[in-house]
């Protein structure tokens, strides 16, 4: 093999790990909220209470549970 050869191949492997890596990281959106099962008005109540206190984020988890 080639001098050429070798480096393209070392690059090409250095590369798809650092795309495996970054398919694999720990900065998924942890939850905020632990589940507790409760009647679905009562979800909705708490998520609409969240919006009028411009809580955005908060109610977008709550009304997506």
Known sequence: MSNRVKV?????????????????????????FAYVERPVEQIYQ??????????YDDAVELFGE
Do not use: H, N, P, T
Request: proline share 0%.
């Open 8 to 32: 393209l191949s070392i690059v090409l492997a250095a590369l798809a790990a650092v795309a495996l890596g970054a398919c694999g990281s720990s900065a998924k959106k942890k939850q905020r």
């Open 46 to 55: 708490d998520a609409a209470r969240a919006m009028e206190r411009k809580r």
